[in-house]
């Protein structure tokens, strides 16, 4: 289409000698200066570039590929050469834009170029990761992130102000289970997340208040590191067994060489609350109940003989399975017979799963219970009474069900603002008892009273989220909500009172 104009390769063309003029007319080219051969068609690649650019930040990244290949056709590049030009602004949005508008070769691309460029910058390389996980599967994508924590593995955030005085924390994340990945937002666009395995500090911790070096443990990387200088806590973020037992190991050797600084959760207690794990200790407890938990793993069974074995570990229908490591439900179900449980197995694609006995523990009404209490340095704090018509009683149900049921609303308030007046004084004391025996200094106990007045406890851990989101739209939640975040950064302010020296 534009052959006549760039065909000359050794002399200006007419169009050459048009852009020139136009040029010096701007103000942008000097007057009288030489027309180079192909200044048309370097404007144009990058007029087609940038509008490529425009059009993948506006979520229209398949016109946004043709402009990138074309672009790199006009110049005689690789489309992965003509991607990988540009400053560091340019070249990082483009990546990122790529792969939130799902075009992931040309993010691919994109990304190796910044990611060889920028060989610090962390979000490089997770959004490579994560796309990688997608293209080529979850070797490629974990390498780049091994190699990237075994070259920087911490970073030091200075508090925002009077960072002098300000306590000096060491917060501890794992990278041996968790991975970047891609969400689909079912809209055609997608966004990098990072699956599971610890609990957030977003709103449990202003940041900016404190110095904060930030270290991923990763592939054994922190065996030849020694604490910070200074350094007042270690707050260990690492909450799922299940998915960073790696990692949970690696710091229990970390935190066995450096006795002396103190940690908020240590990894020998996190490890100890798996499911399996919860099933053997807390039953022993009187008035407790936890659900028949076992752990098993595939090992080559097809689906039908999967199912057999767990009906051999004791199990009957209707049981709940699970896939280890996983929260939120998504890969939790409740199945009826054999088959079910068979289709369940050949729809996974997990290795290792759970069994969980289902404990009938509906009302006489029909509905569902399941209530929340975080615990912050041995004190138990009320976080939610949820209210559903299924057994699988999750949150996002408060505007639509709970909301069409004033009664159920009130009764979370009242839970809210005093718990023992809706599970009683003696239930309230049992579930303050398991501080002791979990020995944690931050986790969650899920759970509900069945007809008899037993707790039966659904998930104990430190990997439960805590955020406002519901309290935008539910009012009465903000204040319990922020006591829960008071009390979490005041736990670390006295933690590291020892060698704190000042204040905010």
Request: with cysteine; net charge neutral.
């Amino acid at each position: 289409m534009f052959g006549k104009f760039f065909k000359k390769k050794n002399k200006p063309t007419a169009l050459d000698y048009e852009i020139a003029a136009l040029a010096a007319e701007l103000g942008v080219a000097s007057k009288g200066k030489p027309v180079a051969p192909g200044v048309a068609r370097d404007l144009l690649k990058s007029l087609m570039m940038r509008q490529a650019d425009l059009l993948v930040r506006t979520e229209e990244g398949r016109g946004a590929a043709v402009l990138y290949k074309f672009a790199a056709r006009l110049s005689g590049q690789t489309v992965s050469d003509a991607l990988g030009q540009g400053d560091k602004h340019s070249l990082l949005q483009r990546g990122y834009a790529l792969m939130g508008s799902g075009q992931f070769e040309d993010a691919k691309t994109t990304l190796e170029a910044a990611a060889a460029r920028y060989p610090e910058h962390h979000r490089v390389h997770a959004s490579l990761a994560a796309v990688l996980e997608r293209l080529e599967g979850e070797g490629a994508a974990l390498k780049v992130m091994q190699d990237f924590y075994a070259r920087k593995p911490m970073k030091l955030k200075a508090a925002a102000q009077n960072p002098s005085n300000a306590p000096t924390l060491m917060c501890l994340y794992g990278y041996d289970g968790t991975r970047y990945k891609l969400a689909s937002n079912g809209d055609g666009s997608f966004q990098k997340f990072r699956r599971g395995g610890h609990f957030m500090l977003r709103y449990l911790l202003d940041k900016a208040k404190f110095n904060i070096h930030h270290f991923t443990v990763s592939n054994g990387n922190l065996d030849t590191y020694t604490v910070p200088t200074p350094c007042d806590l270690i707050v260990n973020t690492v909450a799922d067994p299940d998915v960073e037992m790696a990692s949970l190991r690696t710091i229990q050797a970390f935190m066995d060489r450096t006795p002396n600084v103190p940690i908020i959760n240590r990894p020998d207690r996190v490890i100890e609350t798996t499911r399996d794990r919860n099933y053997e200790r807390l039953n022993k407890i009187d008035g407790i109940r936890f659900a028949k938990t076992q752990r098993f793993t595939r090992e080559g069974r097809d689906e039908q003989s999967l199912a057999i074995h767990v009906e051999d570990m004791g199990y009957s229908y209707p049981l709940i399975v699970r896939e280890t490591g996983t929260h939120t439900a998504v890969s939790t179900e409740l199945v009826h017979d054999r088959d079910e449980l068979a289709r369940y197995f050949n729809q996974s694609e997990g290795d290792s799963f759970y069994a969980i006995e289902f404990i009938e523990n509906a009302s006489e009404e029909g509905h569902y219970t399941k209530m929340r209490f975080f615990y912050i340095d041995g004190v138990m704090y009320p976080v939610v009474h949820h209210i559903d018509e299924v057994w699988n009683v999750h949150g996002s149900n408060r505007k639509t069900f709970m909301a069409s049921h004033p009664w159920m609303l009130e009764k979370e308030q009242q839970f809210l603002a005093e718990p023992k007046s809706v599970i009683g004084e003696e239930n309230y004391n049992r579930l303050q008892a398991l501080h002791e025996l979990i020995g944690l200094d931050f986790f969650g106990v899920d759970f509900t009273l069945l007809a008899d007045g037993t707790i039966l406890i659904f998930e104990l851990n430190p990997a439960m989220r805590h955020s406002f989101t519901h309290a935008k739209t539910f009012s009465y939640m903000t204040i319990p909500l922020q006591r829960i975040s008071n009390a979490f950064e005041a736990m670390v302010r006295k933690r590291a009172e020892p060698t704190f020296k000042g204040g905010d």
